[in-house]
């Protein structure tokens, strides 16, 4: 198992960066937030899951050991892929997921794309036993530059399979709330998820 790499980011794509460790370009597939830390040209380093198919091997990546090893957690219930996974880490921190799933919040597992009231029901009643110790920070995440939040926040929302009118309409709605220090660029996508998850 690949469990973190460290390099230097050669590329930022929409849903994945590529860091080159080694001579070796390794495409690593990571959520709206933790592609908006990264920067081009700089060191990098991620932790990663490696996740094995029979026509593919995939690697995920995430800002810390603690958001790799609640994804991992989370592909233990049922009909929940990588791509869930990952959905559910771009709209809340771990600690927010570990109190929903704890406190049985199904409104706030909903807000992810992709799960629904049952399925929703369901992580509880799977994950409630495996998701560890419940935190009770304010789930707002570390702090990051906020410039060209507009761009990354776009991205973000395309990633997670919104239109590009849609995500620009969202990009608008949350430029028109903000009023002086513009708030971290995870804290603004998961605003924008929620905005969207309105209009569906």
Partial sequence: MIASVRGVVTAILPDSAVVEVGGVG????????????????????????????????T????????????????????????????????????????RAIGGGDIAALTQVPGIGKRGAEKMI???????????????????????????QVRQGVLALGWSATQADQAVAAIGETIDGE????????RQAIRLLGKTR
């Avoid at 990571?30 to 060191?43: D, F, H, K, V």
């Avoid at 994950?127 to 707002?140: R, T």
Wanted: glycine share 10%; with cysteine.
């Fill in 26 to 57: 390794m495409r690593v597939f990571c959520a709206p937030n933790t592609l908006a830390s990264l920067r081009n040209g700089a060191e990098a380093r991620l932790a990663t899951t490696l996740i094995v198919r029979e026509d593919s091997l």
């Fill in 59 to 98: 690697l995920y990546g995430f800002a810390d050991d603690d958001e790799r090893q609640l994804f991992e957690v989370l592909l233990t219930a049922n009909g929940v892929g990588p791509r869930i996974a990952q959905a559910v880490l771009a709209v809340h921190q771990p600690d927010a997921v570990r």
């Fill in 125 to 151: 009643v799977e994950l409630k036993g495996k998701i560890g110790p419940v935190g009770f920070g304010d789930g707002s995440g570390t702090s990051m530059l906020a410039g060209a939040w507009q761009e």
């Fill in 182 to 189: 513009v708030p971290p660029v995870p804290v603004l996508l």
